[in-house]
């Protein structure tokens, strides 16, 4: 079993930056891909980023191409999510994710086994 929480959400104002961490326990995730999905008020969960187990490798949603940034420090067993340059339509519940299969960089839930509770990002003047 992996637990995965999250942690660094807020409020910010537009254009602002905040820094997400999501910390693993009862496993080490240097095995695992990592991704971060969002879910805002009466929307679906879409993904947002995602890194591969080395970190070599990294994917983006089109909207947060060249502003958001994901990361990770396998020896910290934690993924991050730098977030630049927000915008009101960035506010979100945003969760992380593990998915097993350490080379996939998949959009799709359905390859993530576990999940973190989700942290709250408003962006907001």
């Known amino acids: 079993q992996v637990q995965l929480v999250e942690s660094g959400g807020g409020l910010v104002q537009p254009g602002g930056s905040l820094r997400l961490s999501c910390a693993a326990s009862?496993?080490?995730?240097?095995?695992?891909?990592m991704a971060w999905f969002r879910q805002a008020a009466g929307k679906e969960r879409v993904f947002v980023a995602a890194i591969t187990s080395s970190g070599g490798t990294t994917s983006y949603q089109d909207s947060v191409r060249g502003r958001f940034t994901i990361s990770r420090d396998n020896a910290k067993n934690t993924v991050y999510l730098q977030m630049n340059s927000l915008k009101a339509e960035d506010t979100a519940v945003y969760y992380c994710?593990?998915?097993?299969?350490?080379?996939?960089?998949?959009?799709?839930?359905?390859?993530?086994?576990?999940w973190g509770q989700g942290t709250q990002v408003t962006v907001s003047s």
């Open positions: 994710a593990a998915n097993p299969n350490g080379n996939q960089r998949t959009t799709l839930r359905s390859y993530y086994n576990y």
């Open positions: 009862g496993r080490t995730l240097s095995s695992f891909s």
